[in-house]
């Protein structure tokens, strides 16, 4: 499975708006602590931090490391009420992780942040979205970074 996990506090940066979510700049201490440990936590099989590429292009570096492909339910990502869809799937998030694990793996709290399962792996390479009428769109092609799968020992 693959999860989002992202602060959906705050809002659009003052000259950003549809680009830049400021989630952080609000927060406590111990609010960024609990989010930014929330990775070593959970301990999933892989993880990315949610770039300047936004979701569905960061889905896509994650999915071409791993040497697979993604397929992300847009109707289970997490996003703040009122904020487009579109937008949110390629603003730069102030905070936000994608990880993928086996079904059923459980998560640590991510203090102010929410987590959902949102997708899974494919064998496809590229990232797809599943739109609530079950109809799905590629949003990435292929490959992301061009530089391939990375080295792992695990099998």
Known sequence: HLRLTVDLGGGW????TGTQWDSTSTRSS???R??????????PHAAKDVSMAGLAGTAGML????????ELDVTAIPRPDGVETGRWLTCFPGFAMITADS???????????TTAVCGR???TPGVTLRWPDGVTTTAVESAVTG?????????
């Open 13 to 16: 940066r003052p000259g950003y």
């Open 30 to 32: 111990d609010e960024l």
């Open 34 to 43: 609990a989010m930014g440990s929330f990775v070593a936590r959970a301990a």
């Open 63 to 70: 999915a071409e490391a791993s040497g697979t492909g993604v």
């Open 103 to 113: 079904p059923g793996h459980t998560v640590p709290d991510a203090g102010p942040a």
């Open 121 to 123: 792996l494919t064998s």
């Open 147 to 155: 530089l391939g799968r990375a080295w792992s020992r695990c099998p």
